[in-house]
T-cell receptor, first 114, second 112 residues
Framework: NAGVMQNPRHLVRRRGQEARLRCSPV?????VYWYRQLPEEGLKFMVY????????ESGMPKERFSAEFPKEGPSILRIQQVVRGDSAAYFC????????????FGPGTRLTVL | SQQGEEDPQALSIQEGENATMNCSYKTSINNLQWYRQNSGRGLVHLILIRSNEREKHSGRLRVTLDTSKKSSSLLITASRAADTASYFC????????????FGKGITLSVRP
């Protein structure tokens, strides 16, 4: 029983490059959430997706950030033209239903922008 | 602004002592959850308490919820060095989808 998998675990990018973060939810889970954790901070909600649909993107920055959860394959969080302020840990969580009590978190991707 | 605000921000205790952590929130909620995060790792779900519940136990964990004061507490009894971690409360607001709103967390250090 694999839990939520995220890769890469660590990602280093230079300013202006693109970062692609992948999340494979728990098998059978069709709801995915992305959160960002800045140093010494709690997690901040970014986006909630169901297969092929963005349900809530109220926490996503207006520019450079996008997310998808295709019918097949992992969910992708994409950050274009990264800046130093994007350096953070990005966590993905999944749940089996829309109003499930518990979200299962992945180990996170730590993005460092040089 | 933060929905969940924990206090204290940091707590250092001796092994065997009890640790009490508090969380306050602003809006009405469906449920409140506590998570643990070991340094550099992902989050582990500890316990969930629903808005119509007042107290819940799970092993050495005891969580209370006071919806009139919009506050919750997490008690870890007989602490162990392995309990050293950051602890976060997270809420699901009433009527919202399941997105969680986290506080900044409490850093707990348990000295052996």
């Amino acid at each position: 029983n694999a839990g939520v998998m995220q890769n890469p675990r660590h990602l280093v990018r230079r300013r202006g490059q693109e970062a692609r973060l992948r999340c494979s939810p728990v098998k059978g889970h069709s709801h995915v959430y992305w959160y960002r954790q800045l140093p010494e901070e709690g997690l901040k909600f970014m986006v909630y997706l169901q297969k092929e649909n963005i349900i809530d993107e109220s926490g996503m920055p207006k520019e450079r950030f996008s997310a998808e959860f295709p019918k097949e394959g992992p969910s992708i969080l994409r950050i274009q033209q990264v800046v130093r302020g994007d350096s953070a840990a990005y966590f993905c969580a999944s749940s089996p239903t829309a109003r499930a009590d518990t979200q299962y978190f992945g180990p996170g991707t730590r993005l460092t922008v040089l | 602004s933060q929905q969940g605000e924990e206090d204290p921000q940091a707590l250092s205790i001796q092994e065997g002592e009890n640790a009490t952590m508090n969380c306050s929130y602003k809006t009405s909620i469906n449920n409140l959850q506590w998570y643990r995060q070991n340094s550099g790792r992902g989050l582990v779900h500890l316990i969930l308490i629903r808005s119509n519940e007042r107290e819940k136990h799970s092993g050495r964990l005891r969580v209370t919820l006071d919806t009139s004061k919009k506050s919750s507490s997490l008690l870890i009894t007989a602490s162990r060095a392995a309990d050293t971690a950051s602890y976060f409360c997270a809420t699901v607001p009433t009527g919202a989808n399941s997105k969680l709103t986290f506080g900044k967390g409490i850093t707990l250090s348990v000295r052996p």
